[in-house]
């Protein structure tokens, strides 16, 4: 979930320029949604592989993200890239692509508005299978 200043119902405070800001605190996206209404808040994982065809690719790739705003503000776009070049370069080996695992965060969440008043059980939905055409 991205805080970008395009993002409606999003205030202020939850915006930084180029990234997710205070969103990247650990519990921040549950405590912004339910600010906003929402409520039986699942927080999601999905892991995922980047591979790029040499460490210079994988440092323009990074760069071009959020998180990375930040670090070019106090270290320089030039030191961010020969550090995250450097960093890389630790792991190439020879007729494999560069590869970074990272984890997507994702959340799951109902808005109060469109939450029902009464939990739908199972049971109380009846399903009719018969025109359901078999291959």
Do not use: K
């Not at 460490?55 to 070019?72: D, N, Q, T, V, W």
């Not at 008043?117 to 399903?127: C, G, K, N, R």
């Amino acid at each position: 979930m991205g805080a970008g200043p395009a993002d409606p119902g999003v205030g202020a405070e939850d915006r930084q320029p180029g990234g997710d800001g205070p969103l990247g605190r650990p519990g921040a996206g549950e405590e912004l949604l339910t600010r906003y209404g929402f409520v039986d808040i699942e927080r999601i994982t999905v892991p995922f592989a980047w591979e790029f065809a040499d460490p210079e690719l994988f440092a323009r790739a990074i760069g071009s993200m959020g998180p990375a705003y930040e670090a070019m503000e106090n270290a320089g776009e030039q030191d961010f890239v020969a550090f995250a070049v450097e960093q890389a370069g630790e792991h190439v080996r020879a007729g494999l692509p560069l590869r970074a695992t990272i984890d997507a965060v994702g959340y799951l969440a109902t808005n109060q508005r469109d939450a029902p008043e009464t939990p739908v059980e199972a049971t109380d939905v009846e399903l009719d299978v018969t025109d359901v055409p078999t291959p």
